[in-house]
């Protein structure tokens, strides 16, 4: 079964923390996404990669970075943690980026900012 | 700009039949998709139509008309598992921008 696992499903960070998040999957996908998503505000995209090492700024990048130096894996950053990042967060990964084939979406991660 | 709209809520009954719609207005559109999200869980992709017409798979079926810019979703014979949020989402050669979601309440 083909999956996109994320590291952690809860986790509680205090205000200024740098926090990783981490997402792999072993589909061989060249695009990976990151979103958040909080209550009647859908899915929002944070950051998008097409291949390793290739990052493109989503809708609401501002306080996140990206990293991804392997294929299966790409990482969230919150650089300096805030109240304002407390929500879920989903990776997802896909063949292609026009949706034809589907994403396959992380479990996510609740992520608690305190 | 690009976006899309779908009704914030649906609610129906065991047995019924329901259609969730989604207007979208996206640059470079390939295809409308659609999601379906437990509470608590992660989506999950339920179709994906390129084409005009009607796609079906079981009790779910999708349309498309890329003239009206309009897509729906049927969900036939519902059962009370159905009760979930359905997200529309169009593509283009870089993502997807995705609707705000529909809750559907399944009643017995």
């Known amino acids: 079964d083909v999956k996109v696992t994320q590291s952690s499903r809860y986790l509680v960070k205090r205000t200024g923390e740098k926090v990783f998040l981490e997402c792999v999957q072993d589909?061989?996908?060249?695009?990976m996404f990151w979103y958040r998503q909080d209550p009647g505000l859908g899915l929002r995209l944070i950051y998008f990669?097409?291949?390793?090492?290739?990052?493109e700024k989503g809708d609401i990048p501002e306080g996140y970075s990206v990293s991804r130096e392997k294929k299966e894996r790409f990482s969230l950053i919150l650089e300096s943690a805030s109240t304002n990042q407390t929500s879920m967060y989903l990776c997802?990964?896909?063949?292609?980026?026009?949706?034809?084939?589907?994403?396959?979406f992380g479990s996510g991660t609740r992520l608690t900012v305190v | 700009g690009q976006s899309l709209e779908q009704p914030s809520e649906v609610t129906a009954v065991e047995g019924a039949i329901v259609q969730i719609n989604c207007t979208y207005q996206?640059?470079?559109?390939?295809?409308l998709s659609w999601y379906q999200q437990h509470d608590g869980g992660a989506p999950t992709f339920l179709s994906y139509n390129a084409l005009d017409g009607l796609e079906e798979t079981g009790r779910f079926s999708s349309f498309l008309s890329r003239s009206d810019s309009y897509g729906y979703l049927l969900l036939q014979e519902l059962q009370m598992k159905d009760s979930a949020s359905y997200f529309c989402?169009?593509?283009?050669?870089?993502?997807?921008?995705w609707g705000l979601g529909t809750s559907l309440a399944v009643n017995p």
């Open positions: 989402a169009a593509g283009n050669n870089r993502k997807l921008i």
């Open positions: 996206t640059s470079g559109f390939y295809g």
């Open positions: 997802a990964s896909s063949i292609t980026p026009t949706g034809k084939y589907g994403y396959t």
């Open positions: 589909m061989d996908h060249e695009n």
């Open positions: 990669s097409y291949d390793v090492k290739m990052k």
